[in-house]
């Protein structure tokens, strides 16, 4: 009798646990929280075994900057993603589950947030926000998880680390590019110099336009550096000028000639450097009198705060990026206006780069009845002109997004999109 009563509270206690794992569970949004503390018998990641979860295909996760210097970054991107979700929609539940994670910028807290979201939330992919130097870190963390994760960050090469990682950004070697081609074919530039940073952000820049110069068939005259925190540009504009501003300056001095026009042996100047760094140096070249060339730049030249001071200086400049809130297109213009109504600001490129990843990931899920990562990530790499807010998206083959860049210029004071 005693047998028989055990063996009936064991029948009913698996009963109550097979039920327990059936049941559906809510959908939620979970609140961004810090990333939990490593435990401290923790073994290394070479021996942690790796045993694939059940993944949850409603269940998207966030690794982001929620705390640190990126920390307003990081709310932005977080609230692109809630919105293409439709979370704030009261009329319809969403049937997305986002979980967010505190990366606070730094290598070793981004992998932890992965391998929380692969093994403890059972996410189906990953969406993560990521300066350079955290990138690889967290497409290691991804292959080691075999987690799909579409990393929005400009370091070169990321996707090369493993098959489940994917890069959403525009890539400083197609904005450079872009900008180029467009010198070249639409203001007959084919003669460039360069004024950029010394630092690695520079370099790198530099080194990618050298290349595509070369590539286009044009020529590199000069290429000079400056300190980083530079805000006096004088020496740097005269070595651009082959020492005519010494001279221009020595005579006006002596007041022995009427001044006398710098002549320039170049058509277009690059500056890769922030919005301020180019106000500075654009009003630096206007008051030394080098005038009549072309100015590019990159995305960091995109900013609301751009031509609100000397931007007289800066006509007819041009850059590339992947968003401009104020373009032609229909799929933009409809984002602009709803994440406005829900936030009362304009986006900014991380927002669309944001929305638009997350649109991606819920668009395949849904229309191709996605169950598993293996399946979202073969889905993923066989994308096509996806049409979002940021233009045309496909994954080429090393799973780098493709897009056609929108090229930007100052016109009468203003912004436009030319491309």
């Known amino acids: 009798m005693k047998h028989y009563k055990i063996f009936a509270k064991v029948a009913i206690l698996l009963l109550l646990i097979f039920i327990a794992s059936c049941a559906k569970p809510a959908v939620v949004v979970k609140e961004p929280d810090a990333v939990p ?64 994670r505190d990366s606070r910028g730094l290598p070793d807290d981004t992998k932890a947030a992965i391998e929380h979201l692969a093994n403890t939330d059972n996410v189906i992919a990953i969406i993560a926000v990521s300066g350079t130097a955290e990138a690889l870190d967290a497409a290691r963390e991804a292959e080691r998880l075999q987690v799909p994760l579409i990393l929005i960050t400009s370091r070169e090469g990321i996707t090369l680390a493993s098959e489940y990682v994917f890069q959403h950004f525009l890539t400083p070697t197609q904005q450079v590019r872009a900008v180029v081609n467009y010198a070249l074919k639409n203001m007959n530039s084919a003669i460039f110099s360069a004024l950029y940073p010394d630092d690695d952000y520079g370099e790198e820049m530099m080194k990618i336009f050298r290349e595509e110069v070369a590539r286009v068939g044009g020529r590199l005259e000069k290429a000079i550096p400056y300190a980083k925190n530079k805000t006096d540009f004088t020496n740097e504009i005269n070595r651009l000028t082959g020492n005519q ?22 058509e277009a100047l690059f500056i890769p450097d922030s919005y301020r760094r180019v106000q500075m140096i654009s009003a630096q070249l206007a ?19 751009l031509l609100t001071r000397g931007a007289e200086y800066l006509e007819g400049a041009v850059f590339a990026d992947s968003f401009f809130p104020h373009t032609f297109y229909r799929e933009t213009n409809d984002f602009t206006d709803i994440y406005y109504t829900a936030f009362s600001r304009d986006p900014e490129n991380i927002e669309a780069l944001a929305y638009d990843t997350a649109a991606i990931i819920f668009n395949i899920i849904e229309k191709q009845d996605i169950r598993t990562r293996q399946q979202l990530v073969a889905s993923l790499a066989g994308m096509e002109n996806y049409p979002g807010v940021t233009g045309t998206t496909s994954f080429g083959y090393e799973r780098v997004s493709q897009k056609t860049p929108f090229i930007l210029r100052v016109q009468n004071g203003k912004l436009e999109q030319v491309r």
């Open 37 to 100: 503390s490593e435990e401290a018998a923790r073994p290394p990641e070479a021996e942690r075994p790796f045993f694939p979860p059940k993944v949850d295909r409603y269940a998207i996760g966030c690794v982001l900057p929620l705390s640190g210097p990126y920390a307003e970054l990081g709310g932005k991107a977080l609230d692109a993603i809630l919105l293409s979700a439709e979370i704030f929609d009261e009329r319809n539940k969403s049937l997305w589950k986002v979980i967010a």
């Open 245 to 266: 501003v010494a001279m221009a300056r020595a005579k006006a001095a002596k007041k022995t000639q009427p001044k006398k026009k710098i002549f320039i042996d170049f």
């Open 287 to 305: 008051f030394y009198d080098v005038r009549e060339i072309n100015l590019l730049g990159t995305s960091l030249w995109n900013s609301p705060y």
